[in-house]
């Protein structure tokens, strides 16, 4: 079973402020970086697809990066507004159709 | 905007018994997915299904589950003799191509419990 980690678990910010968390999976047999935002009780929503080392990707506030040969992606979200409270799951795809997840990131932005 | 179903939204059911879940996908993805998340747990990853057969599968489908395409809309997950460690969120899934690129998307699952 492969490992793949979130951190932090948890998260709680002021409106406003800027934030990131962290996905870091293993660096061998890599296909891609998936990343989810999940509100409770409706379908995670897909945020990003990462391919390739180096890649980033943004839409709106919400950025990502993305590192390979290290096993990790970064997600960050500028300026939190508290309709970004949702949990940010990372998946990792390590055939052409097994994905294997994270724990997941659970944010609360404050107003 | 075209999105996955789920039906029932919650399953109750006593230990021993079969259940179906039931999902639609987008109408024109060939590629199909069950994944579960038992209470506090990651989002495990069960089957992905082509074609009309299965392309992977975890070590947790074993012969007590299996999955369908019945009629060219609907994908089920059958559990044959459920466990109560069965008891989970169950999540389809669905994608247009077999792309490592490919956006999923997710429906918004069927809450099974086992008594």
Known sequence: ILNVEQSPQSLHVQEGDSTNFTCSFPSSNFYALHWYRWETAKSPEALFVMTLNGDEKKKGRISATLNTKEGYSYLYIKGSQPEDSATYLCAFLYTGNQFYFGTGTSLTVIP | ?115
């Open chain 2, 1 to 115: 905007e075209p999105e996955v179903t789920q039906t029932p939204s919650h399953q109750v059911t006593q230990m021993g018994q079969e259940v179906i879940l039931r999902c639609v996908p987008i109408s024109n993805h060939l590629y199909f997915y069950w994944y579960r998340q038992i209470l506090g747990q990651k989002v495990e990853f069960l089957v992905s299904f082509y074609n009309n057969e299965i392309s992977e599968k975890s070590e947790i489908f074993d012969d007590q589950f299996s999955v369908e395409r019945p009629d060219g809309s609907n994908f089920t997950l059958k559990i044959r003799s459920t466990k109560l460690e069965d008891s989970a969120m169950y999540f389809c899934a669905s994608k247009l191509r077999e792309s490592a690129g490919e956006t999923q998307y997710f429906g918004p699952g069927t809450r099974l419990l086992v008594l």
